[in-house]
C-alpha cells in the first residue's frame, strides 16, 4: 500500500477554543471537594496495618475497598492475610519516592481541582440530567494498574500516572515495558482534567462499537471528542487528541489525502481487528502513512466527519450527537476533504 507521507511543521500552540460562542457557565454550581487519599494511604503504621486500614476505612469507607481490590487488585485483607498484608507494607515502601514526588509536584492541587469543576458546569450545561461527581479523590497506585476512573465515591486520579513525562520512574526498565515513551510523554499534570471529563462522556454514552465496520468506529471517537472540546473550549487540542503539535498540523494539512487513503484501500467498512487496529489503537505512529502521523489516527477523522455533520445543527443536543448512530451520522455528513 502506498504511504503517506506528513509534513512535519514548526511547532506552534494549538488551542482548541476557534468558537467564540462559549456559552457562560460561571453562575452553575458545582461542588466539588478534594481528598488526598495518598497522604493518608502512605502515613500507615506499617506494624499495625490491619488496625491501621481499619482506622483509614472509617474515613474512606467506599473508596478504600475500590483501592484495594479494583486498583491494586488484592484479594480480600482479613486480620490472617498475612501475605496480603505484606504486600501493601511493600507497596508502601517501593513507591515512597513516587509519593514524596507527588507531594511537591502536587502541594497545590487547587488550580487542576478548578480545571476540573469548570469542566463539571459545562457537564451540567450540556447534560442537566447528569448526576455530577462531589468528589475528586488523589491516589497513588501500582505503576501498571488503573489511573483515572470514576469509582462509587466520584472522580478517582492517579497520581503516578501524571508526574511529567520525564519522571524517572517512566525511563526505567518497568516503567518503558508498561508505557512507552509514545505514551509516558503525556503523564503530565494538565491531561488530568481531559481523562476527567473523558471518563464522564463514556459515563454518559458507554462506547460499543468494537467489532463495528471501521467508519463507525472513527465516528464513535469523533462524537467523543466533538463533546470533549465544548466541555474544555478553551483547552489544547492536542491534549485532547494526545497527538504532538506537529502531528496534528500535519493531520489537517493532509486531511484529503487521508480520507483518501481509507477510500483507496476499502477501509471505511473494514471489520477485521487486525487491520482496524492499526488506525484505532495507541501507536508511535500509523505506519501505512509515514513516520510523522499519529497513532490512532481514526480519531482525527471521525472527529472530522462529526464535525461536518454537526454544522447547520445548532438545535441537536450533545445527548442526541451521542445517542445518535455512527453510520447515519457518517453518511448525512456528506464528509469530502480536499
Not at 19 to 39: C, G, M
Not at 174 to 194: C, D, E
Not at 289 to 316: H, Q, T
Request: net charge neutral; hydrophobic share 40%.
Amino acid at each position: 500500500m502506498k504511504k503517506l507521507i506528513f509534513v512535519l511543521l514548526a511547532v506552534c500552540t494549538l488551542l482548541a477554543c476557534k468558537d467564540k460562542n462559549i456559552p457562560d457557565v460561571s453562575d452553575i454550581q458545582v461542588n466539588l471537594a478534594v481528598h488526598r487519599f495518598e497522604q493518608d494511604f502512605f502515613t500507615l503504621d506499617t506494624t499495625q496495618v490491619m488496625a491501621s486500614l481499619e482506622k483509614l476505612g472509617e474515613q474512606y469507607p467506599v473508596f478504600l475497598g475500590d483501592f484495594l481490590y479494583n486498583i491494586m487488585e488484592l484479594p480480600p485483607v482479613t486480620d490472617t492475610s498475612i501475605q496480603v498484608l505484606n504486600l501493601i507494607k511493600k507497596f508502601i515502601t517501593d513507591y515512597a519516592f513516587v509519593k514524596d514526588s507527588a507531594d511537591a509536584l502536587f502541594k497545590n492541587f487547587k488550580p487542576i481541582a478548578e480545571e476540573v469543576k469548570q469542566g463539571l458546569r459545562f457537564v451540567k450545561y450540556y447534560f442537566p440530567a447528569y448526576k455530577l461527581p462531589e468528589k475528586l479523590i488523589t491516589f497513588i497506585g501500582p505503576m501498571e494498574g488503573y489511573s483515572d476512573v470514576i469509582t462509587r465515591e466520584g472522580l478517582a486520579v492517579g497520581l503516578q500516572l501524571h508526574m511529567g513525562s520525564n519522571f524517572s520512574l517512566y525511563q526505567s526498565s518497568l516503567g518503558q515495558s508498561v508505557f512507552p515513551t509514545y505514551i509516558s510523554r503525556r503523564f503530565t499534570p494538565n491531561t488530568i482534567a481531559v481523562n476527567c471529563m473523558k471518563n464522564i462522556i463514556d459515563d454518559i454514552a458507554p462506547d460499543h462499537s468494537a467489532g463495528r465496520p471501521l467508519v463507525e468506529q472513527m465516528v464513535e471517537k469523533g462524537k467523543r471528542l466533538y463533546v470533549l472540546n465544548k466541555l474544555m473550549p478553551r483547552t489544547a487540542d492536542t491534549l485532547k487528541t494526545g497527538y504532538t503539535t506537529s502531528q496534528l498540523k500535519g493531520c489537517y494539512k493532509n486531511e484529503g489525502q487521508i480520507w483518501n487513503y481509507f477510500l483507496a484501500n476499502n477501509l471505511l467498512f473494514n471489520i477485521d481487528p487486525a487491520i482496524t487496529r492499526s488506525y484505532m489503537e495507541e501507536a508511535p505512529n500509523t505506519p501505512e502513512m509515514g513516520e510523522g502521523s499519529p497513532g490512532a489516527i481514526g480519531l482525527f477523522v471521525g472527529w472530522r466527519i462529526v464535525e461536518k455533520y454537526m454544522e447547520g445543527k445548532e438545535g441537536l443536543s450533545l445527548k442526541e450527537l451521542l445517542d445518535a448512530d455512527a453510520r447515519k451520522i457518517f453518511e448525512e455528513s456528506k464528509y469530502r476533504p480536499n
